[in-house]
């Protein structure tokens, strides 16, 4: 068994011991594995090991891993998307692509525009900044609605949920309440009509505590490749 096989099957355990504890069955949520930074090759291992969802920070590492991987995968842009990439990012990855950091109308119209002249489908998420983090884009909770509202009309982008990155906190118990706070706006949403079929909080640090507070996509990297170079 390889050092991924290991750390996958590490990381599919506690997945799995997180859902008990919250008395949810294990096909209720998806790993998204965050291979930002990492090699072609590395990936290529992560897909021979049964992994098909990736997550990229960058519109230029999708469009230079894609094409190398099968076309079962499916990609998710967990960094911010600049609008004169959104066009570069479609077309590496089309009908395969999940935006996560949708947090304007501007983009989201944008994404819409590109893929129905690129003649695909494209999903996303609202990205929500449930900690007030000045360090992190995306919405207020209490701009969602309005938002999800404004994108009412959308063609050939389908918002499927919500996203969010806590701040970076020192205790657990505050990430714990955060994530909690996302739970009750998701539910929020649904009750008042609005599809709201994922929840993509929660990563390497804190993946179990996300699927407990009701997670559907949890981003995991580090615990999967290791830690990264930083030099």
Known sequence: MSTFQQRLSDVVEKMETACERSARPFDSVKLVTVSKTWPAERLQEAYEAGIRVFGENKVQEIEEKAPGLPDDCCWHLIGHL??????????????????????????????????????????????????????????????????????????????????????????????????????????????SGHRMDELSMGMSADYPIAIEEGATLVRVGSALFGPRDRK
């Open 82 to 191: 600049q609008k004169n990439k959104a066009r570069k990012l479609i077309s590496s990855a089309g009908n395969r692509l999940l935006v996560e950091t949708i947090d304007s109308p501007e983009i989201a119209y944008r994404i819409d525009r590109i893929a129905r002249e690129e003649h695909c489908s494209v999903e996303g998420l609202i990205q929500v900044n449930i900690s007030s983090d000045s360090a992190k884009y995306g919405v207020s909770p209490e701009e969602v609605e309005a938002l999800l509202q404004d994108l009412g009309n959308l063609s050939n982008l389908s918002i499927r949920g919500l996203m969010t990155i806590t701040e970076n906190y020192s205790s657990q118990d505050d990430t714990r309440r955060d994530f909690a706070k996302m739970r009750k706006l998701y539910d929020s949403l649904a009750t």
